[in-house]
């Protein structure tokens, strides 16, 4: 027997050992991929953008990207920074845009279609390519001097379309019922769940904002390429252009070349021996060739990043939780050094409870004698606006989507579900007639209903009311330009929900001008996390959720739209619906 547990002990021993030395050699890996490589921009640089990568509002930094010969993808901010630094760099003498597609956004595709614009400007050019370009691409690299598409790729201009999910049929025959409270007459976050398609009111807010940006695009194309709008929207209506000749003939693309051959014009534009290797830098890569941090400086300006949607208390990856948002904006507060914010929103709303702790937390920013500046990203809508309604000004993009002032909740009803496809019931013992409410194991009375209907016009009312504050408007007015419904960011100025068109750079320097600052230092928050803080913080449903998303593309949102309703509770949103797709 002492053998046994003394053989038992080493092998125990033996495995602690083990698995310490697989750690520290994991450890020793993630520190040397971690570890800053030295990059050097050398003369006739040309600085390479993937139009087919997403630039989201933080950096995300993956060190395993090294192996797998990944870009790590810059952040938004730093990529225009980035763009805008390279038109003055005399290192970098053109910029390369891979063109084939786009998962960014509109709004963000208009900033960087903005920043690439000031490189053009200062007396430098711009080369697009791709084995296809897809419509969204043209929607950013239609500002290239010069684009080119593979003779036998593809080129898309067929307009665009807005495609909803509904569920209603769905969750019938699983004998769910959802029963659903809400405040606004446009306010379609609940319709996937009572109808199979898209209610009058949807449709007319649908088509407006579509069509407005619809008609951006087609004016920044027209203006351009010097194309007339009313032929670019006769090609598109009669699906003129299905080849990349097509594209050429119509003046959309200016040749049909091999990728080689692009290499080559290239060349001939920066006047490099055609012996001679260009040197292409991406944007990771010249980001640490420039340094763009700078030296210290006394004064900052906080550059908050509300990204997500936005849920009470402990939130996951790319959520903007109240527990999170309400610490770092304290911590802003009580710092003498920050002398004003701007909060960057790119968020579909969500929590009206959070979203209101969110919006207390910059009203006493502002308390504090701080300017608060709101800059809007692709959606800044329902509680995202919630929470930029307080702000000294908000900056908008023209193709921002944003507005959505209404509420709802949904306590759905399992009983049936639970009873005919489980075989499991449920019974009850109350102290009072509304101990259980609300429940999802039965059926609401007329009297439940009235009460969450109830909540759901008061907390209608106190959002109308902040929004009514902060853009020194009169209820009434806002009761009518709101009612749940969804504005492009141009029409949003128009009805005093926005200040200025203009991006992040604009919201920065109109806080440093309210600031009265000409040297700061911007501070990003939340404060980026190094990849073993992000594996150790986060917990294994943040891996799985971005695994779906990668394997299902645009379809997450079909699978997390009805994953959702299952943790539907009866808790009050300020949610815009996230399931329709724009192409």
């Not at 853009?471 to 806002?478: A, D, E, P, T």
């Not at 073993?532 to 959720?545: A, G």
């Amino acid at each position: 027997m002492k053998s046994f547990f003394k053989y038992l002990f080493a092998s125990f021993l033996s495995l602690i050992l083990f698995f310490g030395i697989v750690f520290m050699l994991f450890i020793g890996i993630v520190s040397v991929l971690t570890s800053e490589k030295k990059v050097e921009v050398s003369p006739q640089s040309v600085l390479v953008i993937n139009l087919g990568m997403s630039y989201p509002e933080l950096d995300l930094e993956n060190p395993f990207d090294e192996l797998t010969g990944e870009e790590n993808k810059t952040s938004l901010f730093k990529t225009i920074q980035l763009i805008e630094h390279a038109s003055k760099d005399s290192l970098v003498k053109c910029i390369y845009l891979i063109s084939k597609d786009n998962p960014n956004g509109f709004a963000s595709s208009e900033e960087i279609k903005k920043a690439l614009e000031v490189f053009k400007k200062s007396g430098k050019f711009i080369v697009a390519y791709g084995d296809y370009i897809s419509q969204k691409a043209y929607l950013i690299s239609h500002i290239a001097d010069s684009i080119y598409v593979n003779p036998k790729g593809a080129f898309e201009w067929q307009g665009l379309s807005v495609e909803s999910v509904f569920f209603k049929d769905l969750i019938d025959r699983l004998e769910i019922k959802p029963q659903i409270f809400y405040a606004g007459k446009f306010k379609s976050a609940t319709e996937p769940f009572r109808a199979t398609g898209m209610s009058d009111a949807n449709r007319l807010q649908t088509s407006e904002w579509l069509f407005d940006l619809y008609g951006q695009m087609i004016q920044s194309i027209s203006r351009v390429r010097k194309i007339d709008t009313s032929l670019l929207k006769d090609q598109a209506n009669r699906f003129l252009i299905q080849t990349p000749e097509d594209a050429y003939r119509a003046k959309l693309i200016d040749g049909l070349k091999y990728e080689d051959e692009v290499r080559t014009v290239i060349q001939k534009k920066i006047k490099l021996d055609q012996k001679s290797k260009i040197n292409f830098i991406n944007l990771a890569d010249y980001d640490k060739a420039v340094n763009e941090a700078g030296g210290y400086k006394k004064d900052k300006i906080a550059l908050v990043v509300a990204e997500g949607e936005i849920v009470y208390g402990k939130g996951n990856l790319g959520q903007v939780s109240s527990n999170e948002y309400i610490s770092l904006l304290r911590k802003i507060r009580n710092d003498k050094s920050i002398k004003a914010v701007v909060l960057r929103i790119n968020s579909p709303g969500g929590s009206s409870l959070a979203s209101e702790l969110i919006w207390r937390e910059m009203e006493l920013i502002k308390k504090e004698g701080k300017k608060v500046m709101v800059s809007m990203g692709d959606v800044a809508a329902s509680g995202g606006y919630y929470i930029a309604a307080n702000a000294n000004a908000i900056y908008v993009q023209p193709n921002t989507i944003t507005g959505s002032i209404g509420v709802f909740s949904i306590v759905p009803d399992f009983s049936s579900f639970m009873k005919s496809k489980l075989g499991v019931t449920f019974d009850r013992v109350k102290t009072s007639e509304f101990s259980d409410l609300p429940s999802v194991t039965r059926s609401m009375s007329p009297a439940e209903s009235a009460i969450i209907q109830q909540q759901v016009d008061r907390i209608y009312m106190d959002f109308k009311s902040r929004v009514a504050d902060g853009r020194k408007k009169q209820m009434n007015y806002v009761d009518s330009i709101a009612q749940g419904r969804v504005w492009t960011g141009r029409k949003a100025i128009e009805l005093g929900l926005a200040d200025q068109i203009g991006g992040i750079e604009d919201a920065v320097k109109a806080a440093a001008k309210e600031a009265n600052l000409t040297e700061y230092k911007i501070k990003t928050y939340p404060e980026p996390k190094n990849f073993l803080e992000m594996l150790l913080d986060k917990p294994v449903n943040d891996f799985t959720s971005r695994m779906m998303k990668q394997e299902l593309g645009a379809d997450h949102l079909i699978w997390q739209r009805v994953k959702s309703l299952k943790n539907e509770r009866g808790e009050i949103k300020a949610q815009l619906p996230f399931e329709f797709s724009i192409r």
